[in-house]
């Protein structure tokens, strides 16, 4: 059922969103050097590697680690990357990855390839039996916040609550949280 959610929801998702889309893409090209999307290296279901893309919001000579551990993160992002990080339309490319199959609208969060601590934490807790997620509960209890344990124990409760109710919920929340970008720091 899950999935079939996933699938209708990003189908519309993609109809309603293409002239954004579209536009986003155009302000990428005109505003930085580079391509238009970064694939990310990420951790799916079951510890596997996908490529995960997005817009392009950072430099191309930028570390391939996780925005908090970079020394100085705003001197990495492209003239429209603040704006498109705290709109959260950087985001709209993994609706391919949900159409793919790599995704889904909720779930935890997808680790970056060489965040070993995040993913030893939620392999130990069966987290990594659960597809990685557009959004989820971590994502609107304090996204990039929250220190590591503190994801970890929200990803277990959403384990343990997971539903079509509880992922409606959390989409919900995800889109109040995006219009009052809420626990944005880059």
Do not use: C
């Amino acid at each position: 059922m899950k999935r079939i959610f996933d699938l209708l929801l990003a189908l519309i998702a993609l109809i309603i969103l293409i002239i954004p889309f579209v536009f986003v893409a155009i302000i990428v090209k005109l505003t930085s050097v580079g391509p238009i999307l970064y694939w990310s290296d990420r951790v799916g279901r079951r510890n596997k590697i996908f490529k995960m893309p997005k817009f392009r919001t950072m430099r191309i000579d930028t570390p391939a680690v996780a925005t908090h551990l970079l020394s100085d993160p705003k001197k990495f992002l492209t003239p429209a990357g603040s704006f498109l990080r705290k709109s959260s339309l950087d985001e709209l490319p993994q609706l391919w990855s949900i159409l793919n199959g790599d995704m889904s609208f909720v779930g935890p969060r997808p680790a970056l390839f060489n965040q070993d601590d995040l993913i030893l934490l939620r392999t130990e807790n069966g987290i990594d039996q659960l597809v990685p997620g557009l959004t989820g509960w971590a994502q609107i209890n304090g996204r990039d916040e929250l220190p590591i344990p503190e994801k970890v124990k929200l990803d277990i409760e959403y384990l343990h609550q997971k539903s079509l109710f509880f992922d409606i919920k959390i989409i919900f929340l995800t889109f109040l949280k995006v219009v009052r970008r809420d626990g944005v720091t880059h």
